[in-house]
């Protein structure tokens, strides 16, 4: 039989497989859209002829591509053209960036920020809508928490979202108001989606574009594929499968989605999307569902009240036994469950819940999730081991709040038990890493960076060191991890024969360079389903 002819081969001194712990020199050989060889350059050497593009690599780091397990797409498209609040170490400089921001876009209809956190500011006090409207009087402005769960606006905003004195606070939602029961500007949970609904009313156009923009964006990070989970009811304009599948048909995707619309009793719906959507590079690959909100917030679910506010626990956002139900059932018809639980009581009730399904339903290889999982109950760590449920976490969430106001809220008992990623890892549960873009950046290697250094949110102190992983184990979390916990393990996760052709080569072998230095990598090089989709290189030979 003749040798097959590689369509490209990468060479290098550094190709982490992810089948060991260390990268090595190896080439690795492509045809159409999988790797038909991995040697010695000598070993691959036949697979070359005139067509064959060879790219020769010296110390840069070949890897599978990376894999975010927990992102959403179009809402991070969104945002990634809108007010960067983080920077902002007071009110005032958080105007001053809104107002800047506003100027450059006088046409913009809407004012969109995010990532505020007033923990970070001079008087630790959360801003008003009063401040909002001296830089924004006419035009509505819609400005995102850090942790994407409550929102400071302004008065043009709520009067938009017909929210007066006399609105009533949705289920799981509180409109913010002053001590004359006037609105004062946050909304907290499903308070937020009247404003939503209006600030993204985009035509299909705008769509298009915003979806070109994250593809790119996450090309040029070595991203070749993503999961994008269901946010909130109010952005069910921006779910638009449709829109991906266009692309898929003009074959211009450059990722992998693996999409999870709401687990919410509609089993039929789901049904018909998962019929609908189901190929190698779009797919619909389960349901998901939020048990609670944000520690700082005090809108997380915990088994004990807060240690600086005794009177509440936080609360669910569904009744526990109308959680339960929907999981049995949906179990039952075979579709992956996802549950937003970040308190130690929103995990347990996760947890429980995936049990009753086990014992409804017989057990099964069902690769449930939760995700992020930040203060857990000692006595849970176990169970995700027990009930095969993925860890999906995002290691930079323990870097992004506030460490002192984190502490405040949970107090130091539970303070031992936050994001306790190496304790996970040694139960032998699956670990799955992503970005919760928007939330955070779409930057792989800011996660990375954080499980393996637990650098807290002043830059220098170490977080619960005794947490930290190897880089190694980093790595498969961010591309074996989310390959398993989507059932694609033998197509996608790490580089092997016969697998699908999604790598990515960074500029440098992260495993000879200080820790510190992990999250300035760039990326060269960008292989989605064996086509370059992004290259910053050109050590092409031919």
């Given at each position: 039989?003749?040798?097959q002819?590689?369509?490209m081969?990468l060479?290098g001194?550094?190709?982490f497989?992810?089948l060991?712990?260390?990268?090595?020199?190896?080439?690795?050989a492509?045809?159409?859209?999988k790797?038909i060889?991995?040697g010695?350059?000598k070993?691959?050497?036949?697979?070359v002829d005139?067509?064959?593009?060879?790219?020769?690599?010296h110390?840069?780091?070949i890897?599978p591509?990376?894999?975010?397990?927990?992102?959403h797409?179009?809402?991070?498209?969104?945002?990634?053209?809108?007010?960067?609040?983080?920077?902002?170490?007071?009110?005032?400089?958080?105007?001053e960036?809104?107002?800047?921001?506003?100027?450059?876009?006088?046409?913009?209809?809407?004012?969109?920020?995010?990532?505020?956190?007033?923990?970070?500011?001079d008087?630790?006090?959360?801003?008003?809508?009063?401040?909002l409207?001296?830089?924004?009087?006419?035009?509505?402005?819609?400005?995102?928490?850090?942790?994407?769960?409550?929102?400071?606006?302004?008065s043009k905003a709520?009067e938009?979202?017909?929210?007066?004195?006399?609105?009533e606070?949705?289920?799981?939602?509180?409109?913010?108001r002053?001590?004359?029961?006037?609105?004062?500007g946050?909304?907290?949970?499903?308070?937020?989606?009247?404003v939503?609904?209006?600030?993204?009313?985009?035509?299909?156009?705008?769509?298009?574009?915003?979806?070109?923009d994250?593809?790119?964006?996450?090309a040029?990070?070595?991203?070749?594929s993503v999961?994008?989970?269901?946010?909130?009811?109010?952005?069910?304009m921006?779910?638009?499968?449709?829109?991906?599948?266009?692309?898929?048909?003009?074959e211009?995707l450059?990722?992998?989605?693996?999409?999870?619309p709401?687990?919410?009793?509609?089993?039929e719906?789901?049904?018909?999307l998962?019929d609908?959507?189901?190929?190698?590079?779009?797919?619909?690959?389960g349901?998901?569902?939020?048990i609670d909100?944000?520690?700082?917030?005090?809108t997380?679910?915990?088994?004990?009240?807060?240690?600086d506010?005794?009177?509440t626990?936080?609360?669910?956002?569904?009744?526990a036994?109308i959680?339960k139900?929907?999981?049995?059932?949906?179990?039952?018809?075979?579709?992956?469950?996802?549950?937003?639980a970040?308190?130690?009581?929103?995990?347990?009730?996760?947890?429980?819940?995936?049990?009753?399904?086990?014992?409804?339903?017989?057990?099964?290889?069902?690769r449930?999730?939760?995700?992020?999982?930040e203060?857990?109950?000692?006595?849970?760590?176990?169970?995700?081991?027990?009930?095969?449920v993925?860890?999906s976490?995002?290691?930079?969430?323990?870097a992004?709040?506030?460490?002192?106001v984190?502490?405040?809220?949970?107090?130091?008992?539970?303070?031992?038990?936050?994001?306790p990623?190496?304790?996970?890892?040694?139960?032998?549960?699956?670990?799955?890493?992503?970005?919760d873009?928007?939330?955070?950046?779409?930057s792989?290697?800011?996660?990375?960076?954080r499980?393996?250094?637990?650098i807290d949110?002043?830059?220098?102190?170490?977080?619960?060191?005794?947490?930290?992983?190897?880089?190694?184990?980093?790595l498969?979390?961010y591309?074996?991890?989310?390959?398993y916990?989507?059932?694609?393990?033998?197509?996608?996760?790490?580089?092997e024969?016969?697998?699908?052709?999604?790598?990515?080569?960074?500029?440098r072998n992260?495993?000879?360079?200080?820790?510190?230095?992990?999250?300035?990598?760039?990326v060269?090089?960008t292989?989605?389903d064996?086509?370059?989709?992004f290259?910053?290189?050109d050590?092409?030979?031919?």
């Amino acid at each position: 039989m003749s040798q097959q002819s590689a369509d490209m081969i990468l060479s290098g001194n550094a190709v982490f497989t992810g089948l060991s712990d260390q990268p090595e020199p190896a080439s690795i050989a492509i045809k159409d859209n999988k790797v038909i060889a991995i040697g010695s350059e000598k070993e691959v050497e036949p697979y070359v002829d005139e067509n064959t593009k060879i790219y020769q690599f010296h110390d840069e780091l070949i890897m599978p591509g990376f894999h975010d397990f927990h992102l959403h797409l179009m809402d991070g498209a969104v945002m990634m053209n809108s007010a960067d609040l983080f920077p902002a170490r007071s009110e005032q400089e958080a105007l001053e960036i809104i107002r800047e921001f506003a100027e450059s876009r006088p046409e913009a209809p809407w004012i969109i920020g995010s990532t505020w956190d007033a923990g970070y500011w001079d008087t630790q006090q959360l801003p008003s809508r009063h401040s909002l409207d001296r830089v924004l009087p006419d035009r509505p402005a819609l400005m995102y928490h850090a942790e994407g769960h409550y929102a400071w606006v302004n008065s043009k905003a709520l009067e938009i979202a017909n929210i007066t004195r006399h609105t009533e606070n949705p289920p799981y939602g509180v409109i913010g108001r002053d001590e004359n029961g006037e609105p004062n500007g946050i909304l907290y949970e499903k308070a937020m989606d009247e404003v939503i609904r209006h600030a993204y009313d985009f035509t299909e156009e705008q769509k298009r574009e915003l979806f070109k923009d994250f593809s790119t964006h996450a090309a040029s990070l070595g991203i070749t594929s993503v999961h994008d989970l269901f946010a909130t009811e109010s952005m069910e304009m921006l779910y638009d499968y449709e829109l991906f599948k266009e692309f898929e048909d003009k074959e211009e995707l450059t990722t992998r989605i693996h999409f999870w619309p709401a687990l919410n009793g509609n089993l039929e719906k789901a049904k018909q999307l998962r019929d609908t959507y189901q190929s190698d590079k779009l797919r619909m690959s389960g349901l998901k569902q939020f048990i609670d909100g944000v520690i700082t917030a005090r809108t997380a679910y915990l088994l004990e009240p807060y240690a600086d506010q005794p009177e509440t626990c936080g609360e669910t956002s569904f009744p526990a036994e109308i959680i339960k139900k929907w999981v049995v059932d949906a179990d039952k018809d075979g579709f992956s469950i996802r549950f937003h639980a970040i308190g130690d009581g929103a995990i347990r009730l996760a947890l429980d819940a995936y049990e009753e399904a086990q014992k409804a339903n017989g057990k099964r290889d069902s690769r449930h999730s939760v995700e992020h999982v930040e203060v857990i109950h000692p006595d849970d760590i176990h169970r995700f081991k027990e009930l095969g449920v993925t860890v999906s976490m995002q290691p930079d969430h323990f870097a992004m709040s506030e460490r002192g106001v984190y502490t405040e809220r949970i107090g130091l008992e539970r303070e031992k038990y936050v994001f306790p990623i190496r304790t996970f890892q040694e139960t032998g549960a699956n670990l799955a890493f992503g970005t919760d873009f928007p939330i955070d950046v779409l930057s792989p290697l800011l996660q990375i960076y954080r499980a393996v250094s637990r650098i807290d949110s002043s830059g220098e102190t170490v977080w619960h060191p005794h947490e930290r992983i190897t880089l190694a184990d980093a790595l498969k979390a961010y591309t074996a991890g989310p390959a398993y916990g989507v059932f694609r393990e033998q197509e996608l996760g790490t580089l092997e024969v016969g697998k699908l052709a999604d790598i990515a080569v960074l500029d440098r072998n992260l495993f000879n360079i200080p820790v510190e230095e992990i999250p300035d990598a760039k990326v060269e090089l960008t292989i989605f389903d064996g086509k370059v989709v992004f290259s910053n290189t050109d050590v092409v030979n031919k």
